[in-house]
């Protein structure tokens, strides 16, 4: 139980294009997902977290209007790379949980390299 | 301050030896906190998490949670070579409800 899938899995894009990533909780209604991005050889750096039905909140730096971030129902959140630049490169990762476990269940991650 | 410290490492122990992991963190409001390993590539998988002072075992994990000194660590006994691998430890933040916290992770060679 408490598989969450991301899709792609990798992609390559050119600069100032916009990319998709997607995060599937699939065997539970995920009432939170959160997204990370991890550097070589950093840490996860939380950048938002999204409630279903609600505007995502993104932690202080990160662009809202650069990650568009869509948690329309219970098993899917989305996030939008806008006009990615080489700097965007790095690995995606997004979590889910449910309502009253504190838990977190990390997604595959999506490796994004910007040309 | 950084929210939770981890010392980087490499932390080298030889296979069968016990591994000793540790994590300060800074918010004494915390209430959660979880130890994730990760392999390089790959998210990280949740091994273990802990909510109350004392140990927590769960086969050759434990974890040790200390809310006064604000530390927690994790042991593995009997390590293998297939524990080498960079451990997190991760601890929710009060003021944000359940977003997690993450220290930079200590790596992990266990060798054969």
């Known amino acids: 139980g408490a598989v969450v899938s991301q899709h792609p899995s990798w992609v390559i894009c050119k600069s100032g294009t916009s990319v998709k990533i997607e995060c599937r909780s699939l065997d539970f209604q995920a009432t939170t997902m959160f997204w990370y991005r991890q550097f070589p050889k950093q840490s996860l750096m939380l950048m938002a977290t999204s409630n279903e039905g609600s505007k995502a909140t993104y932690e202080q730096g990160v662009e809202k209007d650069k990650f568009l971030i869509n948690h329309a129902s219970l098993t899917l959140s989305t996030l939008t790379v806008t006009s990615a630049h080489p700097e965007d490169s790095s690995f995606y990762i997004c979590?889910?949980?449910?309502?009253?476990?504190?838990?977190?269940?990390f997604g595959p991650g999506t490796r994004l390299t910007v040309l | 301050q950084k929210e939770v410290e981890q010392n980087s490492g490499p932390l080298s122990v030889p296979e069968g030896a016990i591994a000793s992991l540790n994590c300060t963190y800074s918010?004494?409001?915390?209430?959660?906190f979880f130890w994730y390993r990760q392999y390089s590539g790959k998210s990280p998988e949740l091994i273990m998490f802990?909510?109350?002072?004392g140990d927590k075992e769960d086969g050759r994990f434990t974890a040790q949670l200390n809310k006064a000194s604000q530390y927690v660590s994790l042991l593995i006994r009997d390590s293998q070579p297939s524990d080498s691998a960079t451990y997190l430890c991760?601890?929710?933040?009060?003021?944000?409800?359940?977003?997690?916290?993450f220290g930079k992770g200590t790596t992990l060679s266990v060798s054969s």
């Open positions: 979590s889910a949980k449910t309502g009253g476990y504190n838990e977190q269940f």
């Open positions: 991760a601890v929710n933040r009060p003021q944000a409800g359940t977003a997690l916290i």
């Open positions: 918010d004494r409001g915390s209430q959660s």
């Open positions: 802990i909510y109350s002072n």
